[in-house]
């Protein structure tokens, strides 16, 4: 079965363009979400969905952040104006929750993000 | 966010050697979680902990949910060379919003 599948792996822009992360979530997940790693702050989670719908945005950094999910099988992570301290990996993870116990959360390999 | 502190930050080993790293936080958990992260990738899960004192195995790899459920230690044994990496502990928190630590970088020198 193919994984989490996050596009593009690598993005190179300039401070002020608008950047748009791409993420397919394992097909049959209920809950898929967007982390933010650096060297600094470790692994953030910005933002995360519920078949589809917003739970929790408190992570999203400020208004130039956006993410949405449209249907089940696809979600985007936006950034305008982008900023050179937007510099890191984003991580996309989907998982699907059941009884008591937690099931497996699954990355991407992540999108590797540099504004200049 | 949910604060996760993981120790130590680092770890420089020799091949052979027995590594332990622990993680802490001020809130009491029901469910603890260990990955790995190897360069360029997402990281993946080792061993998941679900019920207090409860201690589990996966090959070289030992976690422990700890009695207060406010820490969770993980210890490899006779470390190789493919354990580099930056390990993680986690928990889902009342929500499932899934929360990390702040991460155990692993050098082994062959």
């Known amino acids: 079965d193919a994984g989490v599948i996050q596009s593009p792996r690598h993005e190179v822009t300039e401070m002020g363009q608008e950047v748009t992360l791409r993420c397919k979530p394992i097909?049959?997940?209920?809950?898929l979400f967007w982390y933010r790693q650096t060297m600094m702050r470790g692994l953030e989670l910005l933002i995360y969905f519920n078949n589809n719908v917003p739970i929790d945005d408190s992570g999203m950094p400020e208004d130039r952040f956006s993410a949405k999910m449209p249907n089940a099988s696809f979600s985007t992570l936006k950034i305008q104006p982008s900023e050179p301290r937007d510099s890191a990996v984003y991580f996309c993870?989907?998982?699907?929750?059941?009884?008591?116990?937690?099931?497996?959360?699954?990355f991407g390999e992540g999108s590797r993000l540099t504004v200049l | 966010g949910q604060q996760l502190n993981q120790s130590p930050q680092s770890m420089f080993i020799q091949e052979g050697e027995d590594v332990s790293m622990n993680c802490t936080s001020s809130?009491?958990?029901?469910?603890w979680l260990w990955y790995k992260q190897d360069p360029g990738e997402g990281p993946v899960l080792l061993i998941a902990l679900y019920k207090a004192g409860e201690l589990t195995s996966n090959g070289r790899l030992t976690a422990q949910f700890g009695i207060t459920r406010k820490d969770s230690f993980l210890n490899i044994s006779a470390s190789i060379p493919s354990d580099v990496g930056i390990y993680f502990c986690a928990t889902p928190g009342d929500g499932n919003q899934f929360y990390f630590g702040t991460g155990t970088s692993l050098t082994v020198i062959p």
């Open positions: 809130s009491i958990f029901n469910t």
């Open positions: 097909s049959g997940h209920d809950y």
């Open positions: 993870a989907s998982i699907k929750l059941y009884g008591k116990n937690t099931g497996e959360l699954f």
